[in-house]
């Protein structure tokens, strides 16, 4: 979404650039607009009214989409949450890596606590050996670390994002030998 949204940007931008290039005298002489747009403007008092009124109103659209994004962004990284669950949140999460981190074929953990106080989340990235079976790594999340997070924060409705990469050992690059030159 953010692509076309960022194309039909980069298209207003080049037209409105485009137009005050042809509006100033030294560099194309005549003006933006048709002669016969401006002879329709001249003859209709409302249409500058009504082209000013849309403008605006797209513009304030724009505003509010960004204002939304940004608050997506802040919220995805820093919670919406009071200071005492945000400590509370911290030493829970220092069980809850360390926990994970001793289940089986688990090498690496990251956890965030995000979202806003209606909606928070958990997000873990679980770095797991190349051969574990996820599904039992997952149900044993469920089950023990997560659970008991759940409990240590008071939200036992928290809603966990797990997301899982696999590591597979680098396989040994062998040295390469020269080959003999042919006579």
Not at 74 to 94: E, G, I, K, N
Not at 137 to 152: D, H
Request: glycine letters at 8%; proline letters at 8%.
């Amino acid at each position: 979404m953010r692509i076309p949204i960022a194309a039909t940007g980069a298209l207003l931008l080049l037209c409105g650039a485009s137009a005050l290039a042809l509006g100033v005298s030294g560099l194309g002489g005549h003006p933006p607009l048709d002669p016969a747009l401006v002879r329709f403007a001249s003859g209709s008092p409302w249409f500058l009214a009504v082209a000013a009124g849309v403008a605006e109103i797209l513009a304030l659209a724009g505003q509010l989409w960004l204002v939304v994004q940004g608050r997506t962004v802040v919220h995805s990284r820093w919670p919406d949450l009071d200071p005492q669950t945000r400590a509370h949140a911290r030493a829970a999460a220092d069980v809850l890596v360390k926990t994970t981190k001793e289940l089986p074929d688990v090498q690496d953990v990251r956890i965030r606590l995000t979202g806003t106080v209606n909606r928070p989340r958990l997000v873990m990235h679980v770095t797991c050996a190349g051969d574990a079976l996820l599904s039992e790594v997952y149900g044993e999340l469920g089950a023990g670390p997560v659970e008991r997070y759940r409990r240590a924060l008071g939200m036992p409705d928290l809603k966990a994002i797990v997301r899982f990469r696999l590591a597979f050992p680098q396989q040994q690059k062998r040295p390469r030998t020269p080959h003999p030159e042919t006579a």
